[in-house]
């Protein structure tokens, strides 16, 4: 007797699960929350009374994203206690390039560590405009605010993020500097590797105190040329690369042996490579398998 609800309650809920899981994801920059988050707003639709709600797409996406500000909040705290560089969970994106959203906006690993600097309600407010589309009148009703307040958060994150954000280049040149990256760092040239590199590059290793990785980001082209170059005889040897999509973008994953792998993406504009970006923490790697399949 009961069947019937449910069954279409949970059919509205999977269709909208790839937004619901692209807003959760773009607010945190983690799969494991944003599928906890999930988790949470299934059981409330369950519960909801279902019949009093006019558009589930509207009640969904308000559920997810003030659960998703409030697990914001409470991130940050725990960021700031995290054993190293902290750098969002990769997500293969090769059958769905937007995740979920009618824009690819907000989504390479780059541009999800800007948007850390936001607060959680700027944060919401720009994914929701940026990425998904939708009306400020809605995004006022999510964020209970008015449209006005709504629109000026929106264009506060824009004016932030543009001025904070390297201009982007294709996916084509992001691959191939990666691979000119590779190359040279496999051999150690310092001279090949100084000419990729912009003079603000920054390498971070996020290992999450799991792993031996570097504890804090190395800084500037000399530092980081002397530290690959230094590092190449240990690391790649025996190494069989494979290519996967990350975030939108190329990305190499290293096996080192049977339980250690490191993911390893960059950050480019025209001037060169601004951000070598390995995650080797295995909580991260371990949900990047999984988030293949979704």
Do not use: C
């Amino acid at each position: 007797m009961h069947t019937k609800p449910l069954e279409q309650a949970a059919s509205a809920f999977v269709e909208l699960r790839p937004r619901l899981f692209g807003i959760a994801y773009r607010m945190l920059g983690s799969v494991t929350e944003a599928e906890d988050i999930l988790q949470e707003v299934w059981l409330r639709w369950q519960n909801t009374d279902r019949s009093a709600v006019e558009s589930p797409s509207a009640f969904l996406s308000l559920v997810t994203t003030r659960l998703a500000i409030n697990v914001a909040q409470s991130a940050r705290s725990r960021r700031e206690t995290y054993i190293g560089p902290w750098l969002p969970e990769p997500v293969d994106t090769s059958m769905d390039p937007t995740l979920g959203a009618e824009r690819g906006e907000a989504l390479e690993l780059a541009f999800l560590l800007l948007l850390e600097r936001l607060t959680p309600t700027e944060r919401a407010a720009y994914v929701l405009r940026e990425a998904f589309v939708y009306p400020y009148q809605q995004i006022a009703d999510i964020l209970q605010l008015s449209p006005v307040n709504a629109r000026q958060l929106v264009s506060r994150a824009r004016k932030r993020l543009t001025a904070e954000r390297h201009e982007p280049i294709d996916k084509i040149e992001h691959r191939r500097l990666l691979s000119a990256f590779i190359d040279a760092a496999q051999t150690g040239n310092i001279a090949a590797l100084e000419d990729l590199f912009a003079a603000d590059v920054v390498s971070s290793s996020d290992g999450g105190g799991l792993r031996g990785a570097a504890r804090f980001p190395l800084l500037g082209s000399e530092r980081v040329t002397k530290f690959l170059a230094a590092y190449a005889p240990r690391f790649w040897p025996g190494a069989t690369m494979r290519w996967v999509e990350v975030n939108g973008r190329a990305a190499v994953l290293v096996p080192r042996n049977r339980t250690e792998v490191t993911l390893l993406t960059i950050e480019a504009s025209p001037q060169g490579i601004h951000h070598l970006m390995w995650i080797v923490n295995p909580a991260k790697l371990g949900a990047f398998t999984p988030s293949r399949a979704r």
